[in-house]
């Protein structure tokens, strides 16, 4: 988990998914790298928190008496006091004390890249499958290269991340401003939440797409909410130093010209999971985000429609369609998969409008033999109603693809194969 910087005003919450590309694109760790420094916002959990030592455990865990040391001392007071504070506020805000503590390094931009592509390389085969369905599908560009452009962005735009496999939070530089104070605030909850309900998941390798997601929205939507009451709780000047730190880091690094889909990817868990996680804490507070890692959301339907999480409502499983030629993955676009697709071609109303019916899919990619990236889609709504309206939309959608057609291969499920 990996903090980035960000436009001064956040874009509206994206609507896509394909996970995996996120969590290999802009993270290689766990999940994916955040783009959640929201210095102006003036909104969030404990506008005006206290930031003292005292920590109220939720009800469903038991209680412990604070560390000395929530994260390991560097030995300059002033220092340690600034990371110190930080740390309070994020257990005051997630009424979780931590249980040991965090080790802590600062250092240069050498070390820094090093240790951030420490297992890059295993992560490029699930994205060069990634990139098949999404130029498939049309939303990246065809020249697209996912590998070159998540080295880039991981070299360039990254700050910090906590490595939930070794326990560390490394931030790059090697001072403590109030632009790193807010990168401590999203990475030591990371840090607080793994020490509770444990963020390094394996069963999660083997799940797909939309569920991989489900997790991920819940793990950054949790920081961000953190981050954000930690902003709102600064004074104007530190959060206007803040600002002057980020823009300054800004401008140190070399641009990664990315799509603006790739943009909207590496912002959903982030975005959407930040409206999950403040609906979810309205009424059952921070305890609500203890049981939600319990009970992780099984879906980005879940993570859109908080009320289908609380009610339990589970995507439709579909068999994976056939593939004309061998097959290089199969997977689920989820709700928010199926709306970035239809976004390619319809106006955005309308796909958030099908997407919405969503009940599950499976597809299937393949490679053509000119070299082009093929896939096949098999998808059916929550309800009968729901089913007809993605037909619909699918249909439309097909009309203005260069290689797309329809089908029904049963009642209610529509089938979509396309390649580009």
């Not at 130029?135 to 080295?151: M, N």
């Not at 607080?192 to 569920?211: G, I, K, M």
């Not at 641009?255 to 059952?284: H, K, M, W």
Request: proline fraction near 8%; charged fraction near 20%.
């Amino acid at each position: 988990m990996a903090e980035q910087p960000t436009p001064q005003e956040p874009r509206p919450s994206a609507l896509h998914a394909f996970a995996p590309a996120v969590a290999v694109l802009f993270a290689v760790l766990v999940v994916v790298a955040v783009l959640a420094i929201r210095l102006t916002t003036s909104d969030g959990p404990n506008a005006n928190n206290d930031t003292s030592s005292s920590v109220t455990s939720s009800p469903s865990v038991p209680s412990i008496e604070p560390l000395e040391h929530p994260v390991s001392p560097t030995g300059d007071p002033v220092f340690d006091a600034g990371v110190t504070e930080v740390a309070r506020f994020v257990e005051s805000t997630r009424a979780l004390p931590f249980k040991t503590t965090v080790k802590f390094e600062l250092v240069n931009d050498a070390t820094f890249v090093s240790r951030l592509l420490d297992d890059f390389a295993t992560g490029i085969p699930a994205l060069r499958q990634q990139e098949t369905s999404l130029k498939a599908l049309g939303v990246i560009p065809a020249d697209t290269d996912l590998v070159t452009l998540s080295r880039a962005s991981l070299t360039q735009g990254v700050i910090g991340f906590y490595d939930p496999s070794s326990k560390a939070l490394v931030i790059r530089g090697t001072e403590l401003n109030a632009f790193t104070q807010t990168t401590l605030a999203h990475e030591l909850t990371h840090a607080l939440d793994d020490q509770w309900f444990d963020l390094n998941r394996p069963e999660l390798d083997s799940a797909n797409s939309d569920q991989q997601f489900g997790f991920q929205a819940l793990v950054e939507g949790t920081a961000t909410w953190v981050d954000h009451a930690w902003t709102a709780s600064r004074s104007p000047t530190e959060r206007a130093e803040a600002l002057t730190e980020e823009r300054r880091f800004a401008l140190t690094r070399t641009g990664v010209d990315a799509p603006t889909s790739v943009i909207q990817i590496i912002e959903s868990p982030y975005t959407l999971g930040f409206d999950f996680v403040t609906s979810i804490t309205a009424n059952g507070g921070a305890a609500a985000i203890d049981n939600a890692y319990r009970s992780p959301p099984a879906s980005s339907e879940q993570i859109i429609h908080p009320a289908k999480y609380l009610a339990g409502e589970e995507p439709i499983a579909l068999s994976i369609p056939p593939a004309d030629r061998p097959a290089v993955a199969n997977d689920t676009l989820g709700e928010l998969g199926l709306t970035e697709m239809l976004s390619t071609s319809l106006a955005p109303a309308l796909a958030r409008m099908a997407g919405e019916g969503w009940g599950g899919d499976h597809y299937v990619t393949w490679i053509g033999l000119t070299g082009t990236s093929c896939l096949r889609l098999d998808i059916v709504g929550d309800t009968p109603s729901d089913s007809a309206e993605i037909r619909i939309s699918v249909t439309d959608w097909a009309t203005h693809q260069p290689k797309a057609q329809t089908a029904e291969p049963t009642p209610g499920v529509t089938r979509v194969t396309t390649c580009r």
